[in-house]
């Protein structure tokens, strides 16, 4: 039986997404739910295989193909919106904390977005938590190549496209 999830685990969240944020970061407002997304797809990357692409997007299936994405032992068999909706708020207090540190900006994040107001800190503390292994480094440049340019909201949006949250009514 396992006891250990680090879905579930708020030191393990603080990690991840120190690392997803400064690699999303543009030095521009990035959506929480967009944040959310990636760190889901880092805890659960054979996931990845479920978000729907474009005919054309060709490029993206190789990609996708090449991460060779397996189940892990900490793999859900259940809902996954279900599991997202359990994981929000280790990411939300996990976000919150890099608040509290002063590497995010406090109003941007009680506005539903994250900004890094502080890039020294946020590399000071990545550096002393340490780095993430090959594999994840590999997914985050595959989440980055598949959502950079990706609006959140609207038809082929991410939020419609991963099935993770609710898009049926985005404008």
Not at 129 to 150: C, P
Request: charged share 30%; with cysteine; hydrophobic share 40%.
């Amino acid at each position: 039986m396992i006891t250990y999830n680090p879905a579930f685990d708020l030191y393990h969240s603080i990690y991840r997404l120190a690392h997803i944020i400064r690699k999303m970061d543009e030095g521009k407002p990035l959506e929480i739910d967009r944040v959310r997304i990636w760190d889901f797809y880092m805890l659960y990357p054979v996931q990845l295989n479920h978000v729907s692409l474009r005919i054309d997007e060709k490029e993206i299936r190789e990609a996708r193909k090449l991460l060779k994405l397996k189940e892990t032992i900490f793999d859900y068999k259940g809902d996954i919106r279900k599991l997202f909706e359990w994981i929000k708020p280790f990411q939300l207090s996990a976000l919150g904390c890099l608040v509290s540190c002063g590497i995010l900006n406090k109003d941007e994040f009680e506005a539903g977005n994250v900004m890094v107001t502080n890039q020294d800190k946020l590399n000071a503390f990545i550096e002393n938590a340490g780095d993430i292994s090959e594999h994840e480094r590999n997914i985050l440049k595959f989440l980055n190549f598949l959502f950079s340019g990706m609006p959140l909201t609207g038809s082929y949006g991410m939020k419609y496209r991963t099935k993770l949250l609710e898009s049926k009514y985005d404008a």
